[in-house]
């Protein structure tokens, strides 16, 4: 499992809700979990590590909020890519998460502190986490 703190999964939702037109508009309200051992091809410098970001478009110059998971931050956790190769396999990739199936859950549970992720090879499951 993967987990992040939801504040600033939060964060994430709320600065793609204040891009400015056509941003906006084009914004497609879902989050990319990226599991990478590299660079995901849509960001702007490369970044290791397991974490979540807006797939929104950015104004220029604008750099996006990656909020990574507690077991895949590379500068906080030296085993993080055994964990991820362990939870995810050896692999890049990128799920798509649609943050309007997150929201409701964080407001029916205004206690939990993170968001749980966990993959399989067929599914994407979530929980909430009080810590």
Not at 36 to 50: H, S
Not at 91 to 119: M, W, Y
């Amino acid at each position: 499992m993967f987990t992040f703190p939801i504040m600033a999964v939060r964060r994430i939702m709320r600065a793609e809700k204040r891009m400015p037109p056509p941003m906006a508009a084009s914004a497609i309200h879902t989050m990319a979990c990226v599991l990478a051992r590299r660079a995901a091809r849509f960001l702007a410098r490369r970044r290791p590590g397991v974490y979540i970001l807006s797939n929104g478009k950015l104004a220029d110059g604008q750099k996006p909020l990656v909020v990574y998971s507690a077991e895949c931050h590379p500068t906080g956790n030296p085993d993080w890519w055994e964990y991820k190769r362990q939870h995810f396999g050896g692999d890049d990739g990128v799920e798509f998460i649609e943050a309007n199936l997150l929201l409701p859950s964080f407001d029916r549970k205004p206690i939990a502190t993170h968001l749980g992720i966990q993959l399989s090879e067929n599914e994407i499951s979530f929980s909430l986490i009080t810590q």
